[in-house]
């Protein structure tokens, strides 16, 4: 018996299945009576933000907009963040090489890099997820070996993570009203959250979103 959200898109289940593995839902009552919810609910409460149209990545938020100013992607959406939480406070989430003081002056608390579980975040009702956690090209190359596409691993370990953090704050109580506000980094991240949480709303951060296109990687 697995057990685990976001089950179907799940690394697991898609090396398992590529390898001829079928697995079949589970519907005992004995389980199923004491899960807190099987879908989630109040999507009409939740606002997703995006910061970008391009996939995030490590490159793309270190990647310098104003030469003159030094000011980079991340300058950029950090500056986006404050004026859209003003002094609410709100959770977040980064990689280890972001300091503490990130959000110097706000009323943040860091999440931690793997929150899976916690329950002690749930007063807050926004969520911040800067992290960028993209594997590095052999791990890509190993899974499509196993039949395992690069946006399925994308999906099955990025977003999977962004979903897990995000589902700290007060997302994770079907009993609290409060609005709620998430800011992912990559729109193809908040349309696929999107779609766990009917009724929700998806915008660019600060109603635009930040033209910063990567080159491409390699010889010409």
């Known amino acids: 018996i697995m057990l685990g959200a976001c089950f179907e898109e ?31 609910q109040n999507g009409g409460l939740l606002r997703i933000m995006y910061a970008t149209d391009e996939p995030w990545s490590k490159a793309l938020r270190d990647r310098v907009l ?8 991340l300058d950029v959406i950090l500056e986006k963040v404050r004026a859209e939480v003003g002094d609410q406070p709100f959770v977040w989430m980064g990689n280890k ?10 009323k943040t608390e860091r999440l931690p890099n ?20 993209n594997p590095p090209p052999a791990h890509f190359n190993f899974l499509d070996a196993q039949g395992v596409s690069g946006a399925d691993v994308r999906t099955g370990g990025y977003k999977h993570s962004v ?57 010409p």
Not at 66 to 73: N, P, Y
Not at 97 to 106: H, V
């Open 66 to 73: 104003d030469e003159a100013a030094g000011a980079r992607v």
């Open 97 to 106: 090489d972001l300091d503490d003081g990130t959000f110097n002056g706000l």
């Open 163 to 219: 979903y897990q953090a995000v589902m700290r704050c007060s997302l994770r109580n079907p009993d609290d009203l409060n609005p709620k506000t998430v800011i992912v980094m990559d729109r193809d991240t908040a349309e696929w959250l999107a779609r766990l949480f009917p009724g929700c709303s998806v915008s660019p951060l600060g109603g635009a979103v930040i033209g910063a296109v990567l080159k491409k990687s390699g010889r």
């Open 10 to 40: 799940s690394l697991m289940n898609l090396v398992w299945s590529a390898q001829g593995v079928r697995f079949k839902p589970f519907r005992s009552r004995r389980f199923t009576s004491d899960l807190r919810y099987l879908a989630h």
């Open 114 to 133: 793997t929150p899976h579980g916690r329950n002690d975040f749930q007063g807050f009702h926004v969520a911040v997820i800067l992290s960028a956690l």
